[in-house]
């Protein structure tokens, strides 16, 4: 909009600022109470043998089934209750936070770093290396999700290893399809050229120049994706091809509580709430995320 | 008259404010008589037009004041579904983009046929004849085969004549013509202009043409309204406008056309920012780019100034210049 | 068109050839095939009498050829935990139940989300947006099978409307139906919002207004048609998802499908059923894949009247 001032006499001037006042752009507000809750699960993972008030894998059968404190029979030792085993879900819940979060961060992680490191080898080198690095991620995102993940998991055995492992091979291709484009894009901008020009090795531009400029591509996708692969280690976990008992994942207490739902409703429902909300705080985080640094991705 | 507008005013509610994309807009036009509505882009002249079809997008826009009297009747308080015959019926716009304002779902025969079918009543075989005859009359050779095309099919002329049929489908009396060439080539727009002046012939209809260049006003339009932060700062005739302009912002306009005979395309281009048309200082809105600045512009609005038949102007130079000549007349 | 045509199918055909490849290898290579093939509790001469059986004493590569002809004549083999049924027997009594479940689910999705979607674009930023977007935003978050225990705990042990699982009468499929159907619903009427946001702003919605077209041809002639587009074929990778998604459901609601038969052979360890689940449920999600892309094509002018 100062264009006016420095284009030389005769240029068709620049728009007239105009003020939005239609169109597709919503502009989301920041999400606070996610951050709050969000923050919250993480400081709880972090302390929680220090706030847990019992041991989270053993319980006492005596005390079993006991209802939250706010029902009638609940005991204030166990204010969420306590499963079939007598171990309390309170506990439970905040150990089982740090699964939750460990599988999301790591697994992020992990497919982060796989995916754009083939991203961007495919979008710089291009040639068959490309051919090959992308008929792969296609071929992987060509399978069910959920299907895939049930399969391999099964076949490898239930384990939290496994379980990363599986989701990491599943999500890696979500970045290297979209870092690929990216790096195509900015290897065939003039600072790459001149960055060649000054000698510089591939492998250096790639570090320095590529890399730093798909970074914010990255941030959206990953803060996208925690929110799927939470849902994801639940329903695994749920359906018994997660991680194994008697570790307090979520998904597995869910799963717990399956054949009580008339008599003790709070085995499974708090943990499922607990993975709902954590769930519905990424996703807005994330859709926070995506419209403030990256609108391409809208569609994602 | 044909279409008579007093005071026109429309209102968008942001969230920085009110903005008063128009603000108080008159004008009136003839049956085959052409007005140039020309200005800066956001100065409001796609809104007035909108708003004569009261097509401002609510809820954001509104009119919230004025007169649009066609042919006696004032549409401002037409119930929406009188106000849809009006639309397509007696008043019709082409838009800018021939190729965004066509519906890339629908063949061109279906679309054209849409306008005739809800204000006509036709269908069938009268149908496809009345779409076939316009197609013709907008100069699309073997417009019968044109019919199951789709728009992306058609090159940017074509699609435009299309447009074109579509707004004179009806016949309508009114045609406003929002930039309609701006987005076609040089040879391509002055044959699509041609045809637009062999139609209101034929037709008679009245057209408001807006438009960024001067070279066009001054070979079509019989009269000339220039726009500036939702106001009309002058209107007249357009040889008077072009040989002696009254208003700063008109005089600046033109002297970036160096002479009517001049058939290369001239954009506007005055020095500055035209302004935000929220919270408007008092006095004139030109007034920060005026070189003929008083000490009175920036304090009161200029009252209007009638210097001659059908020649209005907004500004303080002729405000008093006007009563100075009252006795002479 | 043509051509489009053909190199979709081709693509297609061999993500399910390579789905079939990977799976036979990594059920032979993640452990012990003999094992997994042959229940422990066998002696070692009944072992080698079923490895032969099984041909599980040729080369894995002799294996190889032998599987995939198997699939060609349909034979898949036989469950190992479901003694004499063959795979086949067992995959076919599950199809349709499933396919029940995802139509349904999909229909009710559609019929929630496309209505939803499209007045929440219409009146954006006013009530009906506001309650369009939280039923979407929880629909995302809400794991299908807090869903669906949620719904077993009020709707059959509560208040004892619907059956507590199983598929007998049409009370059953209703339960299962809106809990995929919702969390597939979701995604469908964020993108028609989206979608209808930018056709309802453009230039031939315009056009249509200024022609005198009544407001609701506006929107469902003119502005749904082309914010159809992506819908669709959102619907038809979405239904795709719908078969795998299925498998929680399913699980929860023990409805008698694939999935549930694969959860089942998986807690059961029962591989030639496995095989058979994923290689049929994943076929199906590559052919809804490839329609998507003919839909899109299809309904897309431009592609469809090139080449």
Request: glycine share 8%; with cysteine.
């Amino acid at each position: 909009m100062t264009t006016s001032e420095s284009a030389p006499p005769g240029a068709p001037r620049a728009e007239a600022p105009r003020v939005k006042v239609r169109g597709a752009a919503t502009t989301i507000r920041f999400p606070f109470v996610s951050m709050l809750v969000l923050g919250l699960v993480v400081l709880v993972a972090v302390f929680a043998p220090l706030i847990a008030p019992h041991d989270p894998e053993v319980g006492q059968l005596s005390n079993k089934l006991i209802p939250p404190v706010w029902q009638e029979g609940g005991n204030s030792d166990f204010l969420l209750g306590t499963d079939t085993l007598g171990r309390d879900i309170f506990t439970r819940i905040l150990y089982g936070a740090r699964v939750s979060l460990m599988v999301a961060i790591l697994a992020t992680g992990l497919a982060g770093v796989l995916g754009t490191i083939v991203g961007l080898i495919a979008g710089f080198y291009r040639g068959w290396v490309e051919i090959v690095l992308m008929r792969i991620t296609d071929m992987t995102l060509a399978l069910p999700l959920m299907l895939m993940a049930i399969v391999l998991v099964a076949l490898l055995g239930a384990s939290l290893t496994n379980v990363l492992l599986v989701i990491v091979i599943l999500l890696w291709p979500y970045y290297a399809r979209q870092i690929r484009g990216e790096a195509l894009a900015i290897s065939e901008e003039d600072f790459i050229d001149l960055a060649r020009v000054a000698g510089l090795s591939s492998p250096r531009i790639l570090w320095t120049h590529i890399l730093p400029n798909v970074m914010p591509t990255i941030g959206v996708l990953a803060t996208l994706q925690v929110a799927l692969i939470i849902l994801l280690e639940a329903s695994l976990s749920f359906l018994g091809v997660g991680i194994p008992p008697p570790t307090p994942a979520w998904g597995l207490m869910v799963a717990d509580g399956r054949d009580l739902l008339g008599r003790a409703w709070w085995v499974s429902f708090i943990p499922g709430i607990a993975i709902f909300g954590v769930v519905l705080a990424a996703n807005l985080l994330g859709d926070w995320v995506r419209d403030r640094f990256d609108p391409k991705l809208r569609q994602l | 008259m044909l279409l008579e507008v007093t005071d026109l005013r429309v209102q968008f509610h942001t969230r920085r404010g009110v903005v008063k994309a128009v603000d108080g807009v008159s004008f009136s036009l003839d049956r085959g008589e052409t007005l140039g509505l020309v200005g800066e882009s956001g100065s409001g002249k796609s809104v007035s037009c909108m708003a004569l079809m009261r097509l401002v997008e609510a809820p954001a826009g509104r009119i919230v004041g004025g007169s649009v009297r066609l042919d006696g009747q004032e549409l401002l308080d037409l119930s929406e579904r009188e106000m849809r015959q009006i639309r397509g019926g007696k008043i019709s716009l082409i838009l800018q983009d021939p190729l965004s304002s066509l519906n890339p779902g629908y063949t061109v025969g279906n679309q054209v046929a849409e306008a005739i079918r809800i204000h006509q009543g036709l269908r069938g075989s009268a149908l496809r004849a009345s779409v076939v005859e316009i197609l013709s009359q907008v100069g699309i050779p073997q417009a019968e085969r044109r019919l199951k095309q789709y728009p992306h099919q058609m090159s940017g002329g074509m699609r435009q004549r299309v447009a074109g049929a579509i707004a004179l489908s009806c016949r309508p009396s009114l045609l406003i013509a929002d930039e309609p060439t701006t987005s076609l080539d040089a040879t391509v727009q002055a044959q699509y202009l041609r045809l637009l002046s062999e139609l209101q012939e034929e037709f008679r209809f009245g057209m408001i043409f807006v438009t960024h260049d001067l070279g066009i006003v001054a070979r079509l339009c019989d009269r000339v309204a220039v726009m500036y932060a939702g106001r009309i700062v002058e209107t007249g005739s357009t040889r008077q406008i072009f040989n002696k302009p009254a208003h700063p912002y008109a005089k600046a306009l033109l002297a970036t056309l160096p002479s009517l005979e001049s058939r290369k395309k001239r954009l506007l281009t005055v020095s500055g920012q035209p302004p935000l048309a929220i919270d408007l200082p008092p006095g004139c809105s030109f007034a920060p780019r005026c070189p003929e600045t008083m000490d009175i512009c920036t304090e009161e609005f200029p009252a209007e100034a009638i210097t001659g038949d059908r020649h209005r102007v907004l500004c303080w130079l002729h405000s008093q210049a006007e009563e100075m000549s009252l006795p002479v007349r | 068109m043509r051509r489009f045509v053909l190199a979709r199918l081709a693509q297609a055909v061999v993500s399910i050839f390579v789905l079939i490849t990977v799976l036979f290898f990594l059920v032979r290579l993640t452990g012990d095939p003999v094992e997994r093939m042959i229940p422990p509790q066998v002696t070692e001469e009944m072992a080698e009498e079923l490895k032969r059986a099984y041909g599980l004493d040729k080369p894995l590569i002799v294996q190889y050829g032998v599987f995939l002809g198997g699939l060609v004549t349909g034979d898949m083999g036989t469950s190992l935990y479901f003694r004499g049924r063959t795979v086949g027997e067992l995959l076919s009594l599950r199809i349709l139940p499933s396919l029940e479940l995802s139509v349904f689910s999909m229909l009710f999705s559609l019929l929630i989300a496309l209505p939803l979607g499209v007045y929440a674009a219409k009146y954006r930023g006013r009530g009906s947006d506001y309650v369009a977007r939280i039923f979407s935003i929880l629909g995302g978050a809400a794991p299908s099978f807090l869903v669906g225990l949620v719904m077993l705990r009020i709707f059959s042990v509560q208040l004892q409307w619907f059956p507590t699982g199983g598929r007998e009468g049409f009370l059953s499929v209703v339960l299962p139906t809106f809990t995929l159907g919702w969390f597939v619903s979701a995604g469908i009427m964020r993108l028609t919002r989206s979608s209808m946001l930018e056709s309802l702003y453009g230039d031939y919605v315009k056009l249509a207004r200024i022609k005198g077209v009544r407001e609701s041809v506006v929107i469902w002639k003119h502005a749904f048609k082309n914010a159809a587009l992506p819908v669709i074929t959102y619907a038809t990778v979405i239904f795709a998802a719908v078969i795998g998604g299925a498998i929680v459901t399913e699980y929860v609601f023990a409805w008698p499908g694939l999935g549930s038969l694969l959860i089942r052979a998986v807690i059961q360890r029962d591989f030639p059923v496995i095989q058979g689940a994923v290689i049929l449920i994943g076929s199906a999600f590559v052919i809804c894949n490839f329609l998507a892309d003919l839909a899109y094509a299809w309904i897309n002018p431009k592609i469809r009247y090139t080449r």
